[in-house]
């Protein structure tokens, strides 16, 4: 027996159980949920009914919290989650006016319908969430609504980028003011909302709500500092909107690769939907990248006696403030290497542009340098090419893609199986009769240059390279 199945069966025998939050709201808008996330509220025995249903579902149950009498129960396979807390009020009613938002605030009781949860019983809606669904409005349940928790600020603008609703201006100024109080909410907490409004389908309207109420400036102060700083008439924007226009850019890319791509799309989508840290696959991380990979260029502004501003170097400070960002938010160690490195190497594929027809030995060095984001971080060239509109824009991006197109086949194929030394280490080691350390190594990595740019062919020939590089040293 399943979740679904097991919790309208054995939930009466603990008392009364409603389904709440988002399992209503998704199910009564028809959205498809990855997995299976329910959430209780329990007016009975709520460590009862969590073991209950770990035993004949096939989870493991445990308590969340001493405090509220908290359990959650876990599929062994993880394939769904079951959070039961016991009511927090003396009714249904007060329990639902605590939670954020109208839409969050309907409930269904279990084991008073047919189907499964959130699929059968009678609606219970005290605070008018159904209207606020039909008209795709978030409301706040009431004036303490995010003051309660302020964390649920970056809730409101996550809610605004999944379903595309807009919040009511009441819901606005109540957020506004609860807003300051992020500072002090645990980094962990936060990331997961930044993570989760990145990764959806509408990053840009999340983020420009945390903007308007003020979360951006509490969590992100070094991305709301980007507004207004100008550049160059090759930019059509300022910093902040043209970061905005760059992040909407690798959405696009992600959701069409072989539109801009063409016959490398598939791989290129392959790739990015690999898993690669924090819960977030490889084109998630790279929107943060995107969020990200110009959050220096207010420390490295500097303008020219002409009058044109400049950014030297905005991309190794840059790389230094993204690890900075995502210590302080508690990302893990992958993450904040890889977005990190994004940063860095942005610039790259750009400064290549004007050396066309680029010499194999420049490809796997751009290939190399870039490595392990060879591939990301050539899309996020992309992106921020196409989000550049100024002065004589249409060359530069035509130049920039077709560059683009032909660096990403070499990273694909470079991600596929990279280059390696034509000869292993101790077989040269005795054909020059040198010992194993760091000259061997350097040997070893011009040999791979040299194979890659097809300057050496056989193993004779890369013996005759590498004693040719020898006797240069001595």
């Known amino acids: 027996m399943n979740a679904l199945a097991a919790l309208d069966e054995i939930a009466p025998r603990h008392g009364r159980a409603w389904v709440v939050g988002g399992a209503v709201r998704d199910s009564l808008l028809g959205r498809s949920r990855s997995g299976v996330d329910i959430d209780l509220a329990v007016d009975g025995d709520a460590r009862g009914l969590a073991r209950e249903l770990g035993r004949v579902a096939g989870g493991h149950a445990f308590q969340l919290s001493d405090e509220f009498g908290a359990w959650r129960v876990r599929a062994h396979d993880q394939a769904w989650q079951v959070d039961l807390t016991p009511l927090m009020g003396e009714t249904l009613e007060q329990d639902l006016g605590r939670r954020d938002l109208t839409i969050n605030a309907i409930a269904r009781e279990l084991g008073a319908g047919e189907g499964s949860p959130g699929a059968g019983g009678e609606l219970i809606d005290p605070y008018g969430g159904l209207a606020d669904l039909q008209a795709g409005r978030l409301r706040g349940v009431g004036p303490e609504s995010f003051s309660a928790d302020p964390l649920r600020v970056l809730r409101l603008a996550r809610m605004a980028a999944e379903l595309g609703f807009r919040a009511d201006a009441e819901t606005e100024m109540l957020a506004a003011r609860a807003a300051p109080a992020l500072t002090d909410v645990a980094a962990e907490r936060v990331f997961g909302e930044l993570r989760l409004i990145?990764?959806?389908?509408?990053?840009?309207?999340?983020?420009?709500?945390?903007?308007?109420?003020?979360?951006?400036?509490?969590?992100?102060?070094?991305?709301?500092?980007?507004?207004?700083?100008?550049?160059?008439?090759?930019?059509?924007?300022?910093?902040?909107?043209?970061?905005?226009?760059?992040?909407?850019?690798?959405?696009?890319?992600?959701?069409?690769?072989?539109?801009?791509?063409?016959?490398?799309?598939?791989?290129?989508?392959?790739?990015?939907?690999?898993?690669?840290?924090?819960?977030?696959?490889?084109?998630?991380?790279?929107?943060?990248?995107?969020?990200?990979?110009?959050?220096?260029?207010?420390?490295?502004?500097?303008?020219?006696?002409?009058?044109?501003?400049?950014?030297?170097?905005?991309?190794?400070?840059?790389?230094?403030?993204?690890?900075?960002?995502?210590?302080?938010?508690?990302?893990?160690?992958?993450?904040?290497?890889?977005?990190?490195?994004?940063?860095?190497?942005?610039?790259?594929?750009?400064?290549?542009?004007?050396?066309?027809?680029?010499?194999?030995?420049?490809?796997?060095?751009?290939l190399a340098t870039c490595e392990p984001v060879e591939v990301d971080v050539t899309v996020l060239s992309v992106a921020d090419r196409l989000a550049t509109r100024g002065r004589n824009s249409e060359p530069a991006v035509a130049a920039h893609l077709d560059l683009a197109r032909e660096l990403l086949r070499d990273a694909l194929d470079w991600r596929r199986r990279r280059p390696r030394p034509p000869l292993a280490g101790d077989e040269l080691a005795r054909a020059l009769g040198i010992e194993p350390g760091p000259q061997l190594g350097r040997l070893l990595e011009e040999l791979t240059v040299a194979a890659y740019a097809g300057e050496i062919q056989t193993d004779t020939e890369a013996v005759t390279h590498a004693r040719a590089l020898l006797a240069r040293e001595r």
């Open 198 to 366: 990145l990764g959806s389908d509408r990053p840009l309207e999340g983020l420009a709500l945390a903007g308007r109420s003020g979360a951006t400036a509490a969590v992100l102060p070094e991305l709301d500092a980007l507004h207004g700083i100008l550049q160059s008439d090759y930019h059509h924007l300022d910093v902040y909107d043209h970061t905005m226009a760059v992040l909407q850019a690798t959405v696009d890319l992600e959701h069409d690769p072989a539109g801009t791509f063409g016959e490398l799309g598939p791989e290129l989508a392959d790739v990015l939907a690999e898993p690669l840290a924090n819960e977030m696959t490889r084109g998630q991380a790279l929107r943060f990248g995107a969020l990200l990979h110009d959050i220096a260029k207010p420390l490295t502004r500097a303008v020219r006696d002409d009058g044109r501003p400049t950014f030297f170097d905005h991309d190794v400070r840059g790389a230094q403030v993204v690890s900075e960002i995502l210590t302080r938010l508690r990302a893990s160690d992958r993450l904040t290497t890889h977005v990190a490195a994004l940063t860095r190497h942005h610039l790259r594929l750009g400064f290549l542009v004007h050396e066309r027809p680029l010499e194999p030995r420049t490809v796997y060095d751009y």
